[in-house]
């Protein structure tokens, strides 16, 4: 059985809590794409996690396995390896050897383009998070990319830092007229990457990740997959080019971990939706409050009491109502079989809720987002109002059940399972893993 958990929105939907609650039921939870641009939040019992490299299954002592589709930068993974240690944790982590390795240089690169975005035209710029993650997989389809199993070999290593480490050289220096650092010594970085490769080594990290997982299964065990980001920044179905670089879609989970389609088909595939909107980077946002100051209030109050601040990069998120044209655009893409609606809390005591639940475009009524970010941009929202709920003690909802929840957030959550033609399988309504109205466990589906 495997259970994928996918970002519906813009990313920061509450992933990271699902993976957790679910992830009890897990015996391994996968990441399939990405690297340490996520942030992903656990709270047990008060005590918080953020995790950007480590798969949120570790709080629960789980096998945390990095795919073949993601991007590791081992500094940050051994740092958070070792933070985790210090705090009573032994996360078990493995790394497939195919998935592709962030370089110094590659950070330094994913900078100095934003730069010069910046310096060509404001309206070119995407907010990365700043962590080399396009550079890595530009490499990647380039086929100069430096891969976990060669971290290995140091004789392999050096051979492709030699043939690479010169063009990113020339590139910062003739193209960018910068000066190259640290990030271009060939030797200090086989000497780094060679003692990552040791660690991987000696703790016996370094995996086959297809035939890892295909042996677990076959063992019975059921495996979590969690993706990173959401839909709306994937490469191929977000708003390019205001999107990361990979798949968080569910077919990532398949080509990013080397299991069939067919596996993660016969699965459930949840789809993680917060109950607004945040974005953390640049691109269109139809929906978002800031038409007028009040829209910029409402926004602010939403922002503090949603603590919507990015995780990896503490920028303030821009805030918006929930888009239902995105979320019937998400739910198609990765065939959702189900959702998860978080932050109901955030919304309670406020004097208007409102959704998008079409765009008009050029005179017409449109379901569903245009392809191009030029088209959506355009997209003014047709806006649905719902009756308000009101602050209520979300510990003891969480407690009682999906009854105790107030009515018109019932009709809410109703509308939503509605037009996506899904059930609700958990309600969040705080942050702390006991902050979830638990209506059915994927892994029982
Ligand atoms: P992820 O990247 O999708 O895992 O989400 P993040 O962890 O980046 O952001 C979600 C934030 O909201 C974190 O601080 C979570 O602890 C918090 N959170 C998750 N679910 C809920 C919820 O239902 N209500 C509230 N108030 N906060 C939540
Ligand atoms: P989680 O997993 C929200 C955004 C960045 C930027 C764009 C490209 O926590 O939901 P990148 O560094 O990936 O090249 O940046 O994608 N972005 C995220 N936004 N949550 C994330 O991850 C994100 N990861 C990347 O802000 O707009
Ligand atoms: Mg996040």
Known sequence: MTVTIVGSQLGDEGKGALVDLWGGDADVVVRYQGGDNAGHTVVEDGEEYKLSLVPSGAVRDKVGVLGNGCVINPRTLFSEIDALRERGLEPDVRLAKRAHVIMPYHRRLDNIEEEAKADSDEDLVVGTTGRGIGPTYEDKAGRRGIRVGDLLDPEILRKRLEYVVPQKKALIEDVYGLEAGEECDIDALVEEFTEFGRR???DDMAINCGDFLAERREAGENVMFEGAQGTLIDIDHGSYPYVTSSNPTAGGAATGSGVGPTVVGQGEVVGIVKAYLSRVGEGPMPTELKNDERDEELADFIREKGG????????????????????????????????AVNHLDVLAGLDEIKVGHAYELEGDERLTMPATTERWDECEPILKEFDTWPEVDWTEVAEEGYDAIPDAAQDYLEYLSDELDVPVYAVGVGPDRAQTVHLANPFDQ
């Open 200 to 202: 991987l080594r000696e």
């Open 308 to 339: 919507e601040f990015g995780t990896v990069t503490g920028r303030p998120r821009r805030i918006g109502w929930l888009d239902m044209p995105m979320l019937r655009h998400a739910a198609r893409v990765s065939g959702f079989t189900g959702i």
